[in-house]
């Protein structure tokens, strides 16, 4: 199984940029479907971005154009590349994996493994 742990989260004002990174030990990142969820105050947890074995990415709406996912393969690390943030941004964000496969990825369901978090948080 794997073990995740993001880091990267931090408070920026309206316009800023982050990128978060999801470390990954005891499997490879590449045996996975990973993906990037966030879950408001108050709000249900919500995929923003997924990444398939494929290499195929794909972003909620939201944060279409203004998020990048990536992998580093050789080093297991996943990260999610955030600009343009809003205050709507807001929110602890989580990293997951699942044995998932291709087609199925992009509905970010199915995830296994996951990640504790980092709190990002937007000023206006």
């Known amino acids: 199984q794997v073990q995740l742990v993001e880091s990267g989260g931090g408070s920026v004002q309206a316009g800023g940029s982050l990128r978060l990174s999801c470390a990954a030990s005891g499997d490879s990142i590449s045996s996975y479907c990973m993906g990037w969820f966030r879950q408001a105050p108050g709000k249900e947890r919500e995929g923003i971005a997924s990444?398939?074995?494929?290499?195929?990415?794909t972003y909620r709406d939201s944060v279409k154009g203004r998020f990048i996912i990536s992998k580093d393969s050789a080093n297991d690390t996943l990260y999610l590349q955030m600009n343009s943030l809003k205050p709507e941004d807001t929110a602890m964000y989580y990293c997951?994996?699942?044995?998932?496969?291709?087609?199925?990825?992009?509905?970010?369901?199915?995830?296994?493994?996951w990640g504790k978090g980092t709190l990002v948080t937007i000023s206006s």
């Open positions: 997951a994996a699942g044995r998932i496969s291709n087609s199925w990825c992009r509905y970010y369901s199915g995830m296994t493994y």
């Open positions: 990444s398939s074995l494929d290499g195929r990415t």
